[in-house]
């Protein structure tokens, strides 16, 4: 009666320690008793898994940092480059670029001279609207990323042809003098404008073409918004290029009058 009566306990205990002893065979040889989508599920399960998060604030402001110097810094070099290729320009005297040029550095002259400062802002402003907008178009191409650099280049070359005409025209120190002093602060200005918009605008571009090309872009809505808006507070900005002129044109034109 008594082996009878704890026979059972004696069942579940063996069945206890088979059961323990599956398991550990079962962890110790998991090829030849474990199913093969549980023994994906274990191996995916015991691999290290690494997680890519969201950059954070910090990395985002470097990174944003570092691209807007070393376009920046591109950028300046482009632009100084220009200025020497326009100032060593020199059309023929019979042809149209020449009338032109000259042309235009007599409108400019004559403006600031007799104080039509409506005219002078009008100008200064629609001039830099214009090449801002020029610039936020670019970015929403992928060609953009080589018509930026030209577009800045292209803007390099018009101011120093315009300088050397005025050189040409008024003498090195009466030329320099009125560059400096009515012409050079709102230049200045405005090319900081443009390459700050077309910062942006680059770096649309090549999430763009990184898009085309290898399908790897990640920030297009992103740096779309942030060009659109760039825009808009450039185009605010640019009034005062546009104020600074007529400032400059009231307070020394009159050193230069004949």
Not at 42 to 48: D, G, R, T, V
Not at 57 to 86: E, H, P
Not at 165 to 189: N, T
Request: some cysteine; aromatic content about 12%.
């Amino acid at each position: 009666m008594w082996t009878y009566r704890n026979e059972p306990a004696s069942i579940h205990s063996v069945a206890q320690e088979s059961r323990v002893t599956f398991n550990k065979n079962s962890s110790m040889h998991t090829s030849a008793k474990v199913p093969f989508s549980e023994k994906t599920f274990q191996s995916a399960a015991h691999s290290p898994v690494t997680t890519i998060g969201k950059a954070s604030f910090a990395q985002r402001v470097i990174r944003s940092k570092k691209q807007f110097d070393i376009f920046t810094l591109g950028g300046a070099l482009l632009y100084l480059t220009g200025m020497l290729l326009g100032a060593l320009w020199q059309p023929g005297t019979d042809s149209w670029l020449w009338k032109y040029a000259q042309h235009y550095v007599d409108l400019q002259i004559d403006r600031h001279m007799e104080h039509q400062l409506a005219q002078i802002f009008c100008a200064q402003f629609l001039a830099l609207l214009t090449q801002l907008i020029l610039a936020a178009l670019a970015g929403f191409c992928v060609f953009g990323v080589a018509l930026l650099p030209a577009l800045i280049l292209l803007k390099g070359i018009g101011t120093g042809f315009f300088t050397a005409c005025l050189y040409l025209e008024y003498g090195l120190a009466q030329g320099a003098g009125i560059e400096f002093l009515l012409f050079f602060f709102p230049q200045l200005l405005g090319l900081f404008l443009l390459l700050s918009q077309s910062t942006a605008a680059w770096r649309l571009s090549r999430e763009l073409l990184a898009v085309c090309i290898h399908n790897r872009g990640t920030r297009p809505l992103t740096e779309s918004k942030r060009v659109l808006s760039r825009l808009l507070l450039c185009c605010c900005t640019a009034l005062l290029p546009a104020i600074l002129s007529c400032v400059c044109s009231f307070l020394f034109a009159g050193l230069f009058l004949a």
